[in-house]
């Protein structure tokens, strides 16, 4: 059987013409792709979960308590401001889609993949994106909802670039992001760690996510951020497409 050439991570510079980035919520792109939104002249950001709620809990959850929220605050408002603050920094374009953060939902109500599917679809259209960047989908149960509801949309379009970013934080909990390179490799919308040139500049970066400042409290305490900010952790993108003719087989070695 005859084996293709790798490419080696190359990527053709045509496709981050207008770059599209898929954040579950309001700060994970910054925190995932920072330094990608940064480095191109038209990107957008698509917060998939930046919808108000049919009703905030009496008591604000630990994560938004912490966060310096009260009861009767309007908490969805209150990170929208931070939202446009931080794609201020990052000279990014935004759009907000509204279904709601699964804290505040019963679990019969949260948006499945298959309800977001068709309005981030139509976002992509209307935006013409050349390429799509979505998280890896780790840990919290709306990166696994987006992620999944992107896979859905690439099978309708193929014509895009389609790539995964890791989710910060997420990513460092032990075996999740192998977890999910294996179970992308045997679906066969393989993940290759892909050649994305971009200029990392950490002070911008850090400027863009302390823009959230609602979550930096929570984040410094569940997710290690100051010394992810502080180690310089990368940014890396993982480009999804058919694997080269005759190395399919790769994958039932796993």
Not at 93 to 105: A, K, M, N, T
Not at 122 to 135: G, I, K, M, R
Not at 141 to 164: I, K, S, Y
């Amino acid at each position: 059987m005859a084996y293709e050439e790798p490419t080696w991570g190359e990527v053709d510079p045509a496709v981050f013409t207008r770059v599209a980035v898929i954040s579950p919520h309001f700060d994970d792109a910054a925190m995932g792709a920072g330094h990608l939104l940064a480095s191109y002249p038209v990107t957008t950001v698509i917060t998939v979960l930046a919808g108000h709620p049919p009703a905030y809990p009496e008591v604000p959850s630990e994560w938004d308590a912490l966060g310096g929220f009260v009861a009767g605050d309007d908490i969805v408002a209150a990170r929208r401001l931070e939202d446009l603050a931080a794609m201020e920094v990052l000279e990014s374009d935004h759009r907000w889609l509204e279904f709601s953060d699964h804290q505040y939902l019963a679990p019969e109500d949260r948006p499945t993949p298959a309800d977001v599917a068709p309005v981030l679809a139509a976002s992509l259209e209307e935006l013409d994106a050349t390429s799509v960047f979505f998280p890896m989908g780790l840990g919290n149960p709306d990166h696994v909802m987006v992620h999944e509801a992107c896979l859905l949309v690439r099978e309708e379009q193929p014509e895009r670039a389609w790539f995964c970013y890791e989710d910060h934080g997420y990513k460092h909990i032990p075996g999740l992001l192998a977890w999910r390179v294996a179970k992308l490799l045997r679906s066969h919308p393989w993940p290759t760690p892909a050649i994305v040139p971009h200029a990392p500049d950490e002070e911008r970066k850090r400027r863009a996510i302390w823009s959230y400042a609602s979550q930096i409290p929570p984040l410094e305490r569940d997710h290690a951020l100051t010394a992810r900010m502080e180690g310089r952790v990368p940014e890396q993108f993982w480009q999804l497409a058919p694997p080269p003719h005759g190395w399919e087989t790769l994958a039932d070695l796993i």
